[in-house]
C-alpha cells in the first residue's frame, strides 16, 4: 500500500528488485528522490532546535569571518537553486504552453523541502556563530556529509544518463542538480574548517584543541603540530600546551571534594551504626591525674608518643589488640564517590564501546558472505566489490569510535589520577597523628605514586567489565547459528575456567598485599637512608642499610616471582582457552553426526569469533588481577583518607579574652587512645610577655607547644590564642623552593640573585634583577661604582683614574658566601645576614676588569654548572639509546632473553600451522560433497588441530615463565647498582639534588622495571610476530597482495617513528615532571607543623596543584599522540583489510574458498595487532626510560673508595695526633676555596675549641677531616698517616662524631646504636648507663628492642642527643668532634652531655665545634677561623688577653674574664 502510494508520489517505481539482479545495478529514481532526501533533512531539522536556541542571545560585538560569509553565500546559493526548481515545476505545470500531464508531487514537496531547509541552515549558521566558545558544528557536518554521501547515487545515475548517446531528457533540472551538488560539496569542505573568533585566538594558541573542528577531533589531527615538532626536534616542558579547564587539578578536586565529602559521610554513619560502643577510657584517665604532676614524657614537635613508662602490662596488651584491629574505619565509599565525580565520562566512553562491540560482529558476517561469493561463480562481480567496501566502512567506523572510547577511558584514568592524588595530599595537611603513626612518608608517597597509578591503569578499561560478557555471549549466539549446539562444548570449557581464574585471582590479590607491604618498607627505609645520608656517611654505616634495603628488597622480589609464576598459569591456561573451545566446539560438530562437515563459511566465520572472543578471553582475567591489586590500593586509600582529621577547633581565636594565650584545663595525647601527656594544664599568658618554658628532658616541653599549635589531641579543655603565631621549629624545616631572601652588603652574589631590594636611608629606592639595575644607572649603579673605586684603591697596583674607575665592571668568578658551606647553607635559609664588608672574607671573590671592551653582565639564568644550588633535572633527549636494550636483556641474562624470543616464535609457528590445517580442513567438504566422511579422517583432522592448540598454550606458559624469571633477575641487578652506586655518591650530590628524584627512581622507576617493562616485552614479541605471521598468510593466500605490503610498509614506518619519537619525549617529560609532586609532598609532610601553625595550607594545596597540572601538560597529550597514531594505523589496518578482500573478489576463480577465509580472517585481526605493535614499540622504548633514569644515577662518580690496599692497624688512631698540612679545599670544582692553607698540629688528648663566625670554616673542618669534601691542596694526619690515602671506611669508623642534627632511624634502639651487631648487650646498656638513658630504656618493655619511629620522631630532641652521646661512647674512638652538638638541647641535656664528655673523653683528642663560647672556655686550646683562615690558635687566656677575634667574640657573648680550668 506505502509503496503504491510512493509509486504515484513519484511518477515511477519505488522499488524492484530487479534494478539489483544485473552486472550494473541501479537504484530506482523514486528511491533517490525519496529517502535518499528525506533522510539528510530529517537531521537537519531534528539538531535545528539547539543552534536556534542561540539566537536568543545578543550578536552585538559578534565578529563576521569570512568562512562564515562564504557558508552563508554558499547556502544562499542552495536557496536559489530550490527556488529555481519549483520556479521550474510551476512553470512546467501552469506557465505558457504548459503541458496537460501535470508533474509528479515529488517535484513541489523536494524543491519546498529544500528551501524551507536551506533558510532553516542559515538560522542555524548564525545561532552558531552567536553560541559562545563554538568553532564548529558536529551535527551540521553530519548533515552535510549524509546528504552528500545520499546524493551520490543520483549523482552517478544522471552521470550515466548523460554518457548514453541518446540526449539528456530534462536538462534543467539536470543542471540544477548538478550546480546543486557542487555548492553542497563546497558546503561539506566549509563544514570541516573551524571558525575561530578573535576572543579565541589567544587560548586556541595556548590550547589549539579549544580551536579544532569535528574532523580534526576524531582524527585527533590537531595535535599532528606537536608530533611534527617532536620529530624535528626533542620536545621540552615549555613546548606544552594549556590544559583544558575540566582536565585541570583545581576542577577535578572540587569536583572529586564534593561528591568525596557526601559518600566518605554516609560511610561514617555505616561504621557508627556497626560499631555504637566507643570506647572512651582516655577521659576518665585524664580525671584521675594524680599518678604525675600534670606533665607526661615530652616528645618533639611532629613526636607520636611510645607507651607511657608506668601503663600497666593489660592495658598495652589491650592497646596492641587495638592496633591489630584492620578494619575500623569508612568502607565501600571511594569506588562511589568516583562513579559520582565521573559519571558523564564513564557514560559516554560506554556508549561508544556498546556501538563498537555490536559493529566488531558485522565484520564475520560480511566475511560469510565474501567466502559464499568464491564460492559461488554465478553471484556477480559487483557484489564482491560491495563486501570488500563494506568490510572497509566497518572497520573505519569501528576504528573511530573505538578511539573515541579509548581517548574518553584514558582520560578518565589521568582524571582518577589526578584526583587521588590531590585528595592524598590535600588529607595529609589536616590528618591526625593517629592516622600519621600508622602511614609513613614512604607509605603516603606509595598513595600518590603506585596506588593512584594502579587506579589509573584499571580506569583505562573498567567497561570491560559488562564489555567482555556482551562479547562472548553475543560471539556464542553467532556461533550457535553456525555450528548450532555444538557450541556448548565450547561454553563448558569457558565455564570450568571461571573457578580456577577465581582461584588465581585471589592468590594473586594476596601476593600483591604482601608485594606492598614490602614495597611500603623498602620505601620507608629508603627515604630514611635519603634524609639521614651524612650520618651514614660520617658513621661508615652504609654496608649496614644496603643490606637491610637489600633483604627487604629480596623479599619483595620473591613475592614477585610467585605473582608472575601464578600470571605464568594464568597466561597458560587463557592462551589455550580460545584453541581449546574451537577444538571442544569444531570435534563436538563433526563428531555429533557424519552429515556434519565443516565447510569454508562456516569455519572461517566461526574462527573470525573465536578471535572476538580471544579478545575478552584473554582480558577478563588481566582485568581481573588488575581490579585484585586495585582493591588492594582501594582499601590503603580509602583507610588514610577516611582516617579522622586533625581537631581544628581546640584552638579558639575568641577576642573576650584579655590573655594572649590561654589554655585552660587542658589534658592532651598524641593519639586519640593513647596516654595523655599534657594533664590538666591551665596556664594564662599576658600579651607583651616574654616566657620560657622548661623542665626535664622528656618532661613535655615540645608536646606544650604542639599543643598550642594545636597538633596534639584534646581530651578536655582547650587554647585561646589572641592574634596571629609565628612559630620557630626545634629543628630547622627549609623548602627546596626557588625563592631565596639574602640579606648582605658583599657583591658577589648579585649577579646570580632574581630580585636585587636597594635601600637607601631605610626607604627602597629600586627593585630588579641585577642587569635591569645596572642599566637604569641609579641607586644602585652609583653603590657598584663606589665599591669598585675603594676596591681597586685597595689594590696594590690600582692608579686607575676616575674617568676609568667608572668603567669597572664587578665579574664575580665565584660565590664564596662565606668558608663554611657551599651556596646551598647561605642562601637556602628563609633570611640570614651577611656580615658587614669584610675584605678579608671576600678576597678573590669579585675581581675588577679595566674596561676597554666591557662585555654585557651574565645573565642570570647562564650561571656556571655548580653555582645553582640546586642542578636542574637532567633528562635524555632523542631516540633511546639501543644500549639500553642490550642492558636490560644482559641484565635478564641473555640464555633467558634468547630461549624467550625462540619459544614465542615456535608459539607463532603453532599458530599459523593450526589454521593452515583448518584452512586444509575445510578443503574436505568439497572434496566429500555428497559422500560419508571418512572417520579416520575426521579423527586426524581433530587430533592435529587440538595437540597444535594446546602445544600454542605450553609455549606461551614455557616463554611467560622465562621472561618472569629474567625480569626478576634485571630488576635485582637493576635496583642492587642503583642503591649500591646512591649510597657511595659524594655528598654534594645530596646538597644539590631533591631527594624526591632519588625517591622516584626508587618508587616509579623501579615500579616500572619491576611491572612494566616485562608485559611490555612480552607483548611486543607477541605483536611483532603476529604482523609477520598475518602478513606471511594473506600473501600466501593472495601473492597480489605483496604488491601494496611495501606502500604500506613505508607508511607504517613514518607514522609509527613521528609518532615514537614525539612519544618517548613526552614519556620522558611526565617522568620529569613527576619528581616535584613527590618533591613537594615529601617536604610538606616533615613541616607539617610549621605549615599549620602559619596557616598556609591553601598556598600549599595550590602549588600542588600547580605541579600536577604541570605534569598533566605532558601525560595528555601522550594519551592523545596514542590516539593519533591508533586512528592512523587502524586506517593502515583497514586498508590491508581492504586489499586482501579486493585482491581476493579479483582472483575468485584461482583460489579455494579456505584461503580466501584464512587470508581476510588474518587480516581482520591485523588492525589490531599493527597497532599494538607500534603502542607496545612505543611502550617499551618510553618504559625502557625507566632504565635509562636508572641507569643514570648508577653512573654518578663515586666518592673515594670505602676500603684501599692500605690499611691502618685495629688501634689506629693510638694517640690521636692531628696535623693539617697547608690544607686548602672547595665544595665542587666549580667554587671558590672555603678553607685557605690550613696549617697546624693538635696533640694527643688535646681538647681543642673551633670557633668562628658563621661562614667561618668550622663545619668544613670537620668535613674535611671525615673526607666528606675531599682536598684541593695540602694534607692531614691521624698519627702520622696521610688519611687521603686510607678507604674511606677505614678513616671514618675509626674517628666519632656527635652531629649538630641528632639524626635516628626507624627500627629499633638496638639497631640505631649498633646496625653491625658488633657489640654485646652488656656494652650498650653501660653506654646507656653512662648518656643517662637507662632508667628510661630500662622501662620499656620491649626495652632495647623498642621501635623507633620515622626520624625518631617518638623521642624528644634531648633524648635523641644523648643517644647520639651513646653512639659515641660505644664506638671508644681517640678523636671526637663535636659538631655544635648541644645547639638543639636544654640547658640541662647541655650539662649532662659536657660531663659525660669530660669524664668518659679525658684520654681522647676533642675538637669541639661551638657558638655557645662558655662551653669551650675548658678548652686545651682554642681555634678561631676567619674566611677560611686561622687567625688565632691558643689558649683561651691568652686569647683573652691578645684582645683580638677571640676577645671581641667573648665580650658578644657578654663573657668579661677568663677563670675556667683548662683541661
Known amino acids: 500500500m506505502a509503496v503504491t502510494a510512493l509509486d504515484k508520489y513519484c511518477g515511477s517505481t519505488f522499488w524492484n528488485a530487479s534494478f539489483l539482479e544485473r552486472e550494473d545495478p541501479d537504484l530506482p529514481v523514486c528511491l533517490e528522490q525519496t529517502l535518499l532526501v528525506w533522510a539528510p533533512l530529517a537531521l537537519l531539522w531534528l539538531c535545528a532546535p539547539c543552534h536556534l536556541a542561540a539566537l536568543c542571545r545578543a550578536a552585538a560585538g559578534k565578529h563576521m569571518s569570512k568562512l562564515y560569509l562564504c557558508k552563508q553565500v554558499v547556502v544562499g546559493s542552495l536557496f536559489l537553486t530550490a527556488v529555481a526548481g519549483l520556479a521550474l515545476t510551476l512553470g512546467e505545470d501552469y506557465g505558457p504552453g504548459s503541458q496537460e500531464q501535470k508533474n509528479p508531487a515529488v517535484y513541489y514537496t523536494n524543491p519546498a523541502l529544500f528551501a524551507a531547509s536551506w533558510v532553516l541552515m542559515l538560522l542555524c549558521q548564525e545561532g552558531l556563530r552567536r553560541r559562545k566558545g563554538a568553532v564548529d558544528s558536529t551535527s551540521l557536518f553530519l548533515f552535510w556529509l549524509l546528504l552528500v554521501v545520499c546524493e551520490i547515487f543520483p549523482f552517478q545515475t544522471l552521470t550515466r544518463q548523460a554518457l548514453r548517446p541518446e540526449a539528456v531528457t530534462d536538462l534543467p533540472r539536470f543542471c540544477l542538480f548538478f550546480i546543486s551538488f557542487g555548492l553542497e560539496l563546497l558546503a561539506l569542505v566549509f563544514s570541516t574548517i573551524a571558525d575561530v573568533p578573535p576572543e579565541l585566538e589567544d587560548l586556541v594558541k595556548k590550547n589549539p584543541e579549544a580551536g579544532a573542528a569535528f574532523l580534526n577531533r576524531i582524527t585527533f589531527n590537531w595535535i599532528h603540530s606537536m608530533v611534527v615538532n617532536g620529530y624535528k626536534r626533542p620536545l621540552v616542558q615549555e613546548d606544552m600546551w594549556d590544559l583544558n579547564k575540566k582536565d585541570s587539578t583545581l576542577c577535578i578536586s ?55 613508662k608506668g601503663a600497666g602490662k593489660d592495658e598495652k596488651k589491650e592497646e596492641k589488640k587495638k592496633r591489630k584491629e584492620d578494619g575500623d574505619y569508612p568502607k565501600s565509599w571511594l569506588i562511589s564517590t568516583i562513579l559520582k565525580t565521573f559519571k ?158 577465581g582461584l588465581l585471582a585471589s592468590k594473586s590479590r594476596n601476593f600483591q598485599i604482601e608485594n606492598m607491604k614490602f614495597k611500603d618498607k623498602r620505601m620507608k627505609i629508603m627515604n630514611e637512608i635519603l634524609n639521614g645520608i651524612k650520618i651514614l656517611k660520617l658513621y661508615a654505616w652504609e654496608p649496614s642499610f644496603q643490606s637491610q634495603v637489600e633483604g627487604i628488597r629480596e623479599q619483595e622480589l620473591q613475592v614477585m616471582k610467585k605473582f608472575a609464576y601464578l600470571s605464568s598459569v594464568s597466561t597458560f591456561i587463557f592462551s589455550c582457552a580460545p584453541a581449546l ?324 616464535f615456535i608459539q607463532n609457528i603453532a599458530f599459523i600451522g593450526q589454521n593452515l590445517w583448518l584452512s586444509h580442513w575445510t578443503n574436505d567438504a568439497v572434496e566429500y560433497f555428497n559422500m560419508t566422511y571418512p572417520t579416520w579422517k575426521r579423527d586426524t583432522r581433530v587430533g592435529i588441530f587440538g595437540v597444535l592448540g594446546v ?84 600473501c600466501l593466500a593472495t601473492p597480489f597482495f605483496t604488491i601494496v605490503i611495501i606502500p604500506l610498509a613505508v607508511v607504517y614506518y613514518f607514522v609509527q617513528r613521528f609518532y615514537v619519537a614525539t612519544s618517548r619525549q613526552l614519556r620522558r617529560l611526565d617522568s620529569v615532571s613527576r619528581s616535584p609532586i613527590y618533591s613537594h609532598f615529601g617536604e610538606t609532610v616533615s613541616g607539617l607543623s610549621v605549615i599549620r601553625a602559619y596557616g598556609h595550607q591553601d598556598r600549599f594545596l595550590q602549588h600542588n596543584e600547580k605541579t600536577i597540572d604541570e605534569n598533566l601538560k605532558s601525560v595528555y597529550p601522550w594519551i592523545v599522540s596514542n590516539r593519533w597514531l591508533a586512528i592512523r594505523l587502524e586506517f593502515l589496518g583497514n586498508l590491508v583489510v581492504f586489499f586482501s578482500a579486493l585482491f581476493a573478489v579479483i582472483s575468485r576463480d584461482s583460489l579455494d574458498s579456505g584461503l580466501v577465509g584464512l587470508s581476510i580472517s588474518y587480516a581482520l585481526n591485523v588492525t589490531q595487532t599493527l597497532n599494538w605493535l607500534v603502542r607496545m614499540t612505543s611502550e617499551l622504548e618510553t618504559n625502557i626510560v625507566a632504565v635509562e633514569r636508572v641507569s643514570e644515577y648508577t653512573e654518578i662518580d663515586n666518592e673515594a673508595a ?156 634531648g633524648q635523641r642527643q644523648l643517644l647520639c652521646l651513646a653512639r659515641a661512647l660505644l664506638r671508644k674512638s681517640r678523636i671526637l668532634i663535636l659538631d655544635e652538638a648541644t645547639a638543639a638541647v636544654d640547658l640541662e641535656t647541655d650539662d649532662l652531655i659536657q660531663t659525660t664528655i669530660r669524664r668518659e673523653f679525658s684520654h681522647c683528642t676533642v675538637l669541639t665545634i661551638a657558638h655557645r663560647l662558655h662551653s669551650i672556655l675548658d678548652s686545651s686550646r682554642v681555634m678561631v677561623l676567619d674566611a677560611g683562615k686561622i687567625v688565632e690558635f691558643d689558649s683561651p687566656a691568652s686569647l683573652f688577653e691578645k684582645q683580638g677575634h677571640f676577645y671581641a667574640m667573648a665580650k658578644d657573648a657578654g663573657i668579661n674574664s677568663i677563670d675556667y680550668t683548662t683541661l
Not at 355 to 361: A, E, G, K, R, W
Not at 409 to 416: A, E, I, R, T
Open 581 to 904: 573451545v574451537s577444538l571442544a566446539t569444531f570435534a563436538t560438530f563433526v563428531g555429533v553426526s557424519s552429515e556434519n562437515v565443516l565447510d569454508a563459511g562456516k569455519a572461517f566465520t566461526s574462527i573470525s569469533l573465536f578471535n572476538i572472543l580471544r579478545f575478552p578471553l584473554a582480558m577478563l582475567p588481566m582485568l581481573i588481577a588488575a581490579m585484585v591489586q586495585t582493591t588492594v590500593s582501594k582499601q590503603r586509600l580509602e583507610k588514610f583518607l577516611g582516617g579522622d582529621d586533625l581537631d581544628m577547633n581546640i584552638v579558639r581565636h575568641d577576642p573576650s579574652f584579655n590573655t594572649a594565650v590561654s589554655v585552660c584545663d587542658g589534658t592532651f595525647a598524641w593519639e586519640r587512645d593513647s596516654e595523655p601527656i599534657l594533664k590538666s594544664v591551665s596556664l594564662e599568658i599576658k600579651p607583651g610577655r616574654l616566657v620560657a618554658v622548661v623542665g626535664a628532658v622528656g618532661s613535655g616541653k615540645s608536646s606544650l607547644m604542639s599543643a598550642l599549635l594545636g597538633e596534639m589531641h584534646s581530651i578536655k579543655g582547650f587554647v585561646n590564642i589572641q592574634g596571629s603565631v609565628a612559630y620557630v621549629p626545634q629543628q630547622a624545616w627549609i623548602q627546596n623552593a626557588t625563592t631565596r631572601i639574602l640579606v648582605t652588603h658583599g657583591v658577589s652574589f648579585l649577579p646570580y640573585v632574581d630580585d636585587i631590594v636597594v635601600l637607601v636611608n631605610g626607604v627602597v629606592s629600586e627593585v630588579g634583577s641585577y642587569s635591569h639595575l645596572r642599566a637604569i644607572r641609579g641607586a644602585f649603579a652609583d653603590f657598584l661604582d663606589t665599591y669598585a673605586k675603594e676596591e681597586s684603591s685597595k689594590a696594590p697596583t690600582s692608579t686607575a683614574p676616575e674617568a676609568e674607575t667608572e668603567q669597572v665592571e664587578l665579574e664575580p668568578e665565584g660565590l664564596e658566601a662565606g668558608a663554611d658551606s657551599p651556596l646551598e647553607d647561605v642562601v637556602s635559609t628563609s633570611l640570614k645576614r651577611g656580615s658587614s664588608i669584610r675584605r678579608s672574607q671576600h678576597n678573590g671573590s669579585v675581581r675588577l676588569r679595566k674596561n676597554s671592551s666591557i662585555q654585557k653582565p651574565q645573565n642570570p639564568d647562564e650561571t656556571k654548572k655548580g653555582q645553582r644550588l640546586i642542578e636542574k633535572e637532567t633528562m635524555e633527549t632523542g631516540q633511546v639509546k639501543f644500549s639500553l636494550y642490550i642492558q636490560y636483556l644482559s641484565a635478564m641474562g641473555w640464555v633467558y632473553s634468547s630461549m624467550v624470543f625462540l619459544v614465542y
Open 254 to 308: 572540587q569536583n572529586f571534594q564534593d561528591n568525596m565529602q557526601v559518600e566518605l559521610g554516609a560511610a561514617r554513619a555505616r561504621l557508627r551504626k556497626k560499631s555504637p560502643k566507643k570506647r572512651d577510657k582516655l577521659h576518665s584517665r585524664a580525671q584521675a591525674d594524680s599518678l604525675q604532676n600534670g606533665l607526661g614524657k615530652g616528645v618533639s614537635r611532629d613526636a607520636l608518643v611510645m607507651e607511657e
Open 1202 to 1357: 670505602w676500603v684501599t690496599d692500605i690499611r691502618p692497624d685495629k688501634k689506629w688512631p693510638e694517640a690521636g695526633r692531628l696535623r693539617f698540612e697547608n690544607f686548602k679545599v672547595r665544595y665542587r670544582p666549580e667554587l671558590d676555596l672555603v678553607l685557605h692553607g690550613i696549617t697546624c698540629d693538635i696533640d694527643s688528648t688535646e681538647k681543642i675549641g673551633i670557633v668562628g663566625r658563621t661562614g667561618a670554616g668550622k663545619s668544613s673542618l670537620t668535613n674535611c677531616l671525615f673526607r666528606i669534601i675531599e682536598a684541593a691542596e695540602g694534607r692531614i694526619f691521624i698519627d702520622g698517616m696521610d688519611i687521603s690515602t686510607l678507604g674511606l671506611h677505614d678513616l671514618r669508623s675509626r674517628l666519632t662524631i656527635i652531629p649538630q642534627d641528632p639524626v635516628l632511624f626507624s627500627g629499633s634502639l638496638r639497631m640505631n646504636l649498633d646496625p653491625f651487631e658488633s657489640v654485646s648487650d652488656e656494652d650498650i646498656w653501660r653506654v646507656l648507663e653512662l648518656s643517662h638513658l637507662k632508667d628510661y630504656v630500662g622501662a620499656l618493655e620491649e626495652g632495647l628492642y623498642h621501635e623507633v619511629s620515622e626520624g625518631g620522631e617518638n623521642l624528644s630532641v
Open 344 to 501: 558523564g565520562s564513564l557514560i559516554e566512553s560506554a556508549f561508544f564501546k556498546l556501538f563498537q562491540d555490536l559493529l566488531s560482529f558485522a565484520s564475520p558476517q560480511l566475511l560469510k558472505l565474501m567466502i559464499s561469493f568464491t564460492q559461488d561463480t554465478s553471484i556477480y562481480a559487483w557484489q564482491g566489490y560491495l563486501y570488500a567496501v563494506a568490510l572497509l566502512l566497518v572497520a573505519i567506523l569501528q576504528s573511530l569510535l573505538l578511539q573515541q572510547y579509548f581517548q574518553r577511558c584514558f582520560v578518565l584514568g589521568m582524571q582518577v589520577r589526578t584526583a587521588i592524588m590531590a585528595a592524598v595530599y590535600k588529607k595529609a595537611l589536616v590528618v591526625s597523628n593517629d592516622v600519621r603513626k600508622e602511614s609513613t612518608v614512604g607509605e603516603t608517597v606509595n598513595l600518590m605514586s603506585a596506588d593512584a597509578q594502579r587506579f589509573n591503569d584499571v580506569t583505562n578499561f573498567i567497561h570491560l567489565l559488562w564489555s567482555c560478557p556482551l562479547q562472548i555471549a553475543l560471539a556464542i549466539g553467532f556461533l550457535w547459528l553456525e555450528l548450532g549446539p555444538s557450541v556448548l562444548a565450547g561454553l563448558a570449557v569457558m565455564v570450568l575456567m571461571v573457578p580456577i581464574n
Open 951 to 1034: 602445544a600454542q598454550g605450553c609455549f606461551v606458559f614455557l616463554g611467560t615463565l622465562l621472561l618472569a624469571n629474567g625480569s626478576i633477575s634485571a630488576s635485582r641487578i637493576l635496583h642492587s647498582r642503583l642503591l649500591s652506586n646512591i649510597l657511595r655518591v659524594p655528598m654534594v650530590f645530596f646538597d644539590t639534588t631533591p631527594s624526591g628524584r632519588v625517591v622516584n627512581r626508587f618508587a616509579k622507576d623501579m615500579f616500572t622495571v619491576d611491572e612494566a617493562i616485562p608485559n611490555s616485552f612480552r607483548s611486543w614479541i607477541l605483536c611483532l610476530l603476529g604482523v609477520v605471521g598475518t602478513l606471511f598468510v594473506i
